[in-house]
Structures are given as structure tokens and as C-alpha cells.
């Protein structure tokens, strides 16, 4: 009798054992699906090519195909660039950044820039992809500002072969929200992004409405056809390329206005 006993709670406990140790697979598994990537982190070198348009004033690359407005106002300064149409993957790849080098050319300099993505380079199927067509597809070029070309190369240079690799976005501060539309039409145009520097997908909530899904309208802004005039606003946000979500909470007070922007408390790392 004893023996039975003690054969029957042996075996209690394998099977209580292998039960928590399916348990904790099982949670592990569910973790690693559900949790989404923690930050972005730097990408391998690759090679490209570069080039510069406008003058020592960047005043030319205000306003790019991003929504960005003027450059200075919206954080971004002269670092920017420029990407052809292979890299700016219709506009998903708005406030990326980059760090360039020159390389193999005699009109280098050693200086590596970090540059933030708010135009487009469009083709320009008139001009040999080689010569003059520089941004034409498969082609994956920069155009940068004059001021940030001219950190790694002599302008002069006019094109240069450079090195360079997709960086995580330092950004002081949360997210800036730019408000555009009307009471019933909602244009949100997202800036000052770290981490990825990019959206994938977003949301708005009022105080009176559920999440709404937000579609993409072009570059770095997001558009809401409701009602959301008089309400406090928040808004979530996935990266496109970290895939991680996070939620600003009470970005606009309920009398908020076209033409303003937003800053919310939180951002990605």
C-alpha cells in the first residue's frame, strides 16, 4: 500500500511539474509573439551615392515631400537629405536618419553626418540613371542639403560615392503633432519621431469617441474624416520599422486649433 501510494504521488508530481513547465513555454512563446522589438538598432553599412541640391542656406529644402514645413521651426535644421524613391518607400521613410561618409573619392573629407530624410528625389527618367539621373529606380542616392553635403565632401565634388547605414533618431522631447483640416477632417503631420524616425499606422481618440483608425495621406501626415472638433485628442503610433506601439495621451486640450502644433510627453527610443 505504501509503495502505491508513493508510486501515485511520484507521478502527481511529474505531471505537476511538466504542466508549469508547458505553462512557462507556453507564456515564452506568447511573449516573444506579442512583444514587439525594443528600439531600433544601427543597420550594417552599405554603399550609395550622394549628391547636394540648393545653397549654403538650405532655404531650397524647406517644405520637402514630408510635410516639414520649414526645417528650422520643425527641429530638423540643415542635416537632411533628400532620398530617391527606392529608399523613401512612399513616404513611410520620412524623419529616418542616416549616417553618411564619403568614400573613394579625392574630394572627401573624414567627417561622418547625420542626416534626417524629409524629401523625395524624384526620378528624372530624361537623364542616363549614371548621368544625371541619379535618383531614377533601382538607384539608391542622396540628396542632401548643401550645408550637410559639404561636411563630407568639397561641393564641388557634385556626386560622390558614400557609405552609409540607418540609424536610431536622437530626438529631444515627445513627438510634435501638426494639425491641419477642419472640424471635420482631421490632417496630422508627425515630426520630431526618435527610435525609427518613422509611422507606420496611427490612431486618434477624443474624449468622446473610440480610436479611430488614421490613413495615410502623403509623406509624415496622417488624415481622420470625423467629428473631433471640441474634444481633447490622443493619439497612438506604430514605427514602421520597429513595429512598436506606444500612446500619447491628452496631446491637444478640447479647444484646439488648425494651424497649431502639438507636443506630446512620450516618444520612441
Not at 503631420?189 to 525609427?196: A, F, K, R
Not at 518613422?198 to 470625423?226: E, P, R
Request: charged fraction near 10%.
Amino acid at each position: 500500500m505504501a509503495s502505491l501510494f508513493h508510486h501515485r504521488w511520484s507521478l502527481t508530481i511529474i505531471l505537476i511539474v511538466a504542466a508549469v513547465t508547458l505553462a512557462l513555454i507556453d507564456r515564452a512563446k506568447g511573449a516573444a509573439y506579442s512583444t514587439p522589438a525594443s528600439g531600433f538598432q544601427a543597420t550594417p553599412w552599405k554603399l550609395a551615392h550622394a549628391t547636394f541640391y540648393g545653397d549654403e542656406t538650405a532655404s531650397a529644402t524647406m517644405g520637402g515631400a514630408c510635410g516639414y514645413g520649414n526645417l528650422f521651426n520643425s527641429g530638423y535644421g540643415t542635416d537632411t537629405a533628400a532620398l530617391s524613391s527606392v529608399l523613401y518607400s512612399n513616404g513611410y521613410a520620412c524623419g529616418q536618419c542616416y549616417q553618411i561618409k564619403c568614400a573613394e573619392s579625392k574630394f572627401c573629407y573624414t567627417t561622418i553626418v547625420t542626416v534626417t530624410a524629409t524629401n523625395l528625389c524624384p526620378p528624372n527618367w530624361s537623364q542616363d540613371s549614371n548621368n544625371g539621373g541619379w535618383c531614377n529606380p533601382p538607384r539608391t542616392h542622396f540628396d542632401m542639403a548643401k550645408p550637410a553635403f559639404m561636411k563630407i565632401a568639397q561641393w564641388k565634388a557634385g556626386i560622390v560615392p558614400v557609405s552609409y547605414r540607418r540609424v536610431p533618431c536622437v530626438r529631444k522631447g515627445g513627438i510634435k503633432f501638426s494639425f491641419q483640416g477642419n472640424g471635420y477632417w482631421l490632417l496630422v503631420y508627425v515630426m520630431n519621431v526618435g527610435g525609427g524616425g518613422d509611422i507606420a499606422s496611427m490612431w486618434v481618440k477624443g474624449t468622446k469617441t473610440n480610436w479611430l483608425s488614421m490613413s495615410h495621406n502623403w509623406g509624415a501626415s496622417y488624415q481622420a474624416f470625423a467629428t473631433l472638433s471640441g474634444q481633447a485628442l490622443s493619439f497612438k503610433l506604430t514605427s514602421y520599422t520597429s513595429h512598436e506601439t506606444i500612446i500619447a495621451t491628452n496631446v491637444a486640450p478640447s479647444n484646439w486649433q488648425v494651424g497649431m502644433t502639438y507636443q506630446a510627453n512620450v516618444n520612441f527610443k
